[in-house]
Protein backbone atom coordinates (compact mmCIF):
# COMPACT_ATOMS: atom_id res chain seq x y z
CA UNK A 1 0.00 0.00 0.00
CA UNK A 2 1.31 3.22 -1.40
CA UNK A 3 2.21 6.18 1.75
CA UNK A 4 -0.53 8.23 -0.44
CA UNK A 5 -3.42 5.38 0.21
CA UNK A 6 -2.20 4.88 3.88
CA UNK A 7 -2.90 8.70 4.16
CA UNK A 8 -5.92 8.71 1.90
CA UNK A 9 -7.63 5.70 4.15
CA UNK A 10 -6.44 7.17 7.51
CA UNK A 11 -8.56 10.33 7.19
CA UNK A 12 -11.78 8.76 5.59
CA UNK A 13 -11.37 5.10 7.53
CA UNK A 14 -8.99 5.10 10.30
CA UNK A 15 -10.41 1.43 11.33
CA UNK A 16 -9.13 0.03 8.44
CA UNK A 17 -5.09 1.10 8.66
CA UNK A 18 -2.80 -1.63 8.99
CA UNK A 19 -1.49 -1.96 12.68
CA UNK A 20 1.19 0.10 13.99
CA UNK A 21 3.51 -2.66 14.10
CA UNK A 22 3.09 -3.69 9.79
CA UNK A 23 4.00 0.49 9.23
CA UNK A 24 7.71 0.45 8.74
CA UNK A 25 9.79 3.84 8.23
CA UNK A 26 11.47 4.27 5.03
CA UNK A 27 13.52 7.00 3.69
CA UNK A 28 11.79 9.48 1.83
CA UNK A 29 13.43 9.90 -2.04
CA UNK A 30 12.44 13.52 -1.93
CA UNK A 31 13.24 15.14 1.10
CA UNK A 32 16.25 13.18 3.26
CA UNK A 33 14.80 14.40 6.80
CA UNK A 34 11.65 12.91 6.07
CA UNK A 35 10.43 9.77 6.49
CA UNK A 36 7.09 8.40 5.14
CA UNK A 37 5.75 5.02 6.47
CA UNK A 38 4.15 2.01 4.16
CA UNK A 39 2.66 -0.99 4.62
CA UNK A 40 4.09 -2.77 2.11
CA UNK A 41 7.03 -4.84 3.00
CA UNK A 42 8.67 -4.56 -0.37
CA UNK A 43 8.51 -0.49 0.18
CA UNK A 44 10.79 -0.82 3.31
CA UNK A 45 13.84 -1.08 1.68
CA UNK A 46 15.56 1.36 -1.12
CA UNK A 47 15.32 0.34 -4.46
CA UNK A 48 17.82 -2.29 -4.94
CA UNK A 49 17.85 -3.82 -1.50
CA UNK A 50 16.64 -7.14 -0.52
CA UNK A 51 15.66 -7.48 2.58
CA UNK A 52 16.14 -11.54 2.46
CA UNK A 53 19.82 -11.16 1.63
CA UNK A 54 20.56 -8.26 3.89
CA UNK A 55 19.24 -9.64 7.34
CA UNK A 56 16.60 -7.21 7.39
CA UNK A 57 19.19 -4.34 7.32
CA UNK A 58 18.61 -1.63 4.25
CA UNK A 59 21.39 -0.09 2.87
CA UNK A 60 21.49 2.16 -0.12
CA UNK A 61 24.16 3.50 -2.49
CA UNK A 62 25.35 7.29 -2.59
CA UNK A 63 26.89 9.96 -4.57
CA UNK A 64 29.65 9.47 -7.03
CA UNK A 65 32.90 9.55 -4.31
CA UNK A 66 35.35 9.48 -7.63
CA UNK A 67 36.57 8.50 -10.78
CA UNK A 68 40.22 7.02 -10.70
CA UNK A 69 42.96 7.32 -13.76
CA UNK A 70 45.66 5.21 -13.32
CA UNK A 71 48.82 7.69 -14.86
CA UNK A 72 52.54 6.81 -16.00
CA UNK A 73 53.40 10.07 -15.22
CA UNK A 74 51.89 11.34 -11.63
CA UNK A 75 53.85 14.74 -11.59
CA UNK A 76 53.15 15.48 -14.88
CA UNK A 77 49.21 14.57 -14.72
CA UNK A 78 49.32 16.44 -11.51
CA UNK A 79 50.67 19.55 -13.64
CA UNK A 80 48.03 19.40 -15.79
CA UNK A 81 45.14 19.28 -13.50
CA UNK A 82 46.87 22.05 -11.13
CA UNK A 83 48.55 24.24 -13.55
CA UNK A 84 46.68 23.83 -17.18
CA UNK A 85 43.16 23.18 -15.77
CA UNK A 86 43.61 25.52 -12.59
CA UNK A 87 41.83 22.32 -10.19
CA UNK A 88 42.54 22.20 -6.65
CA UNK A 89 45.00 19.30 -6.40
CA UNK A 90 45.64 17.19 -2.85
CA UNK A 91 49.51 16.23 -2.58
CA UNK A 92 50.71 12.53 -3.51
CA UNK A 93 50.47 10.53 -0.63
CA UNK A 94 51.72 6.40 -0.89
CA UNK A 95 49.41 3.74 0.16
CA UNK A 96 51.73 0.69 0.42
CA UNK A 97 48.65 -1.46 1.97
CA UNK A 98 47.16 -0.80 -1.78
CA UNK A 99 50.40 -0.75 -3.86
CA UNK A 100 49.83 3.22 -5.42
CA UNK A 101 50.37 7.00 -4.96
CA UNK A 102 47.67 8.56 -5.25
CA UNK A 103 46.57 12.56 -6.04
CA UNK A 104 43.02 13.83 -5.54
CA UNK A 105 41.66 16.37 -8.03
CA UNK A 106 38.50 18.24 -6.23
CA UNK A 107 35.91 19.11 -8.71
CA UNK A 108 33.40 20.47 -5.94
CA UNK A 109 30.63 17.97 -6.79
CA UNK A 110 33.17 15.20 -7.40
CA UNK A 111 36.62 14.51 -7.44
CA UNK A 112 39.20 12.14 -9.67
CA UNK A 113 41.96 10.39 -8.59
CA UNK A 114 45.53 9.79 -9.99
CA UNK A 115 46.73 6.33 -9.14
CA UNK A 116 50.95 5.73 -9.81
CA UNK A 117 52.16 2.43 -9.58
CA UNK A 118 53.97 1.99 -5.47
CA UNK A 119 56.20 -0.74 -6.28
CA UNK A 120 56.47 -3.85 -8.72
CA UNK A 121 53.62 -6.04 -7.51
CA UNK A 122 51.11 -3.00 -7.48
CA UNK A 123 47.63 -3.60 -9.27
CA UNK A 124 48.34 -0.39 -11.05
CA UNK A 125 51.35 -1.74 -12.83
CA UNK A 126 49.73 -4.29 -14.47
CA UNK A 127 47.08 -2.04 -15.22
CA UNK A 128 49.86 0.42 -16.87
CA UNK A 129 51.50 -2.96 -18.50
CA UNK A 130 48.25 -3.64 -20.67
CA UNK A 131 47.55 0.43 -21.35
CA UNK A 132 50.81 2.05 -21.01
CA UNK A 133 49.02 5.87 -21.64
CA UNK A 134 47.20 4.84 -18.94
CA UNK A 135 43.25 5.29 -18.71
CA UNK A 136 39.83 4.93 -16.26
CA UNK A 137 40.74 2.18 -13.92
CA UNK A 138 37.63 2.31 -11.46
CA UNK A 139 34.62 4.25 -10.25
CA UNK A 140 33.90 4.43 -6.78
CA UNK A 141 30.39 5.26 -5.04
CA UNK A 142 29.10 5.60 -1.64
CA UNK A 143 27.38 3.11 0.74
CA UNK A 144 25.65 3.63 3.63
CA UNK A 145 26.29 0.75 4.92
CA UNK A 146 29.22 -0.98 3.51
CA UNK A 147 28.81 -4.24 5.06
CA UNK A 148 24.95 -4.85 4.43
CA UNK A 149 25.81 -4.11 0.99
CA UNK A 150 28.65 -6.70 0.26
CA UNK A 151 26.12 -9.31 2.12
CA UNK A 152 23.53 -8.42 -0.49
CA UNK A 153 25.75 -8.31 -3.50
CA UNK A 154 27.57 -11.33 -2.48
CA UNK A 155 23.43 -12.88 -1.83
CA UNK A 156 23.24 -11.66 -5.59
CA UNK A 157 26.15 -13.34 -7.09
CA UNK A 158 28.12 -9.67 -6.88
CA UNK A 159 31.85 -11.18 -6.13
CA UNK A 160 34.05 -8.66 -4.19
CA UNK A 161 37.94 -8.66 -4.67
CA UNK A 162 38.62 -9.12 -1.49
CA UNK A 163 36.27 -10.71 1.40
CA UNK A 164 36.77 -7.95 4.13
CA UNK A 165 36.51 -4.67 3.63
CA UNK A 166 40.12 -2.71 4.11
CA UNK A 167 41.09 0.93 5.01
CA UNK A 168 41.04 3.20 1.62
CA UNK A 169 42.78 6.30 0.99
CA UNK A 170 40.32 8.41 2.83
CA UNK A 171 40.35 6.42 6.24
CA UNK A 172 37.26 4.83 5.31
CA UNK A 173 36.47 1.09 4.82
CA UNK A 174 36.16 0.24 1.06
CA UNK A 175 35.74 -3.42 -1.03
CA UNK A 176 36.21 -3.65 -4.70
CA UNK A 177 33.47 -5.50 -6.88
CA UNK A 178 34.92 -7.79 -9.62
CA UNK A 179 34.07 -5.81 -13.13
CA UNK A 180 33.10 -9.35 -14.64
CA UNK A 181 30.15 -8.49 -12.58
CA UNK A 182 29.99 -4.81 -13.15
CA UNK A 183 29.01 -4.55 -16.83
CA UNK A 184 33.19 -4.60 -17.18
CA UNK A 185 33.78 -1.81 -14.52
CA UNK A 186 35.81 -2.16 -11.45
CA UNK A 187 33.59 -0.61 -8.81
CA UNK A 188 34.79 0.59 -5.38
CA UNK A 189 32.12 0.95 -2.86
CA UNK A 190 33.38 3.32 -0.12
CA UNK A 191 31.68 3.55 3.28
CA UNK A 192 30.01 7.10 4.07
Known sequence: MSTLRILALAARQPSRLPPPSRLIPVQSRHLETRRTFSA???AKFPIGVDPKTTGGVPWSIGE?????????????????????LKAKVSEKVAL??????????NLGNTK????HPYGPKSPIANFLAKKPD????????????????????????????????KIGAHG??????????????LVELEQK
Open 40 to 42: SPS
Open 112 to 115: IELL
Open 172 to 185: KPVVFLHPKDCGGV
Open 134 to 165: GGIHHICVEVDDIKAAMADLKAKKIRALDPEP
Open 96 to 105: PDHGVYTVFI
Open 64 to 84: LNHVAIAVPDIDKATSFYRDV
